[in-house]
């Protein structure tokens, strides 16, 4: 191979490895918290008993950045998920999905889990997704969550999240 071969091979190497470096020092990693409020609305079924129950429906509501602002300060959130729970033994188990949308439309997914008490749980989340400016995000959330009192046709409830992101 000649040494002008191999100055070109050089370079092309040197060019590639120079745009991953760039690639991944231009990556946001970061940090924030904040409470999501809703309202729950779905359908009780009984299981094996009346203190044995299972809700389907999704929680709605808003996030608030600790911060008063940042990444999805005041975006809509919308959750459908399933909870058992058993009223006797005092326990729930809960999972589902969230769907984060900003002002402008772009949204962010995620997969969450968590168990607890019947009146509230605590678990993790991990962002599997988004579209638009939150193409390509990843991360993970851990998360309290309390379910109020059943008003009507729907449920209050609340959950804290601390979460941990990477925007490339």
Known sequence: MSGRSVR???????????????SAASAEEGT??????????????????ETH?????????????????????RAFVTCPATNEIDLAANTSKASGHCIIMDGAGSQIHL?????????????TGVYLSGTGRWEGLTGT???EAAFGPILGDGQ?????????????
């Open 32 to 49: 924030f918290s904040g409470q999501f409020g809703a309202l729950a609305v779905g359908q009780v079924h009984t299981l094996s008993s």
């Open 111 to 123: 997969t969450w889990a968590c168990e607890g008490t019947a009146a509230g749980c605590a678990g």
């Open 8 to 22: 070109r091979i050089g370079a092309a190497a040197s060019f590639c490895l120079a745009l991953l470096i760039g």
């Open 53 to 73: 129950i299972w809700w389907a429906g999704a929680f709605s509501g808003a996030f608030f950045d600790d911060a008063g602002e940042g990444l999805i300060h």
């Open 156 to 168: 209050p409830t609340w959950a804290r999240w601390e979460v941990n992101y990477i925007l490339p």
């Open 141 to 143: 959330a851990v998360f």
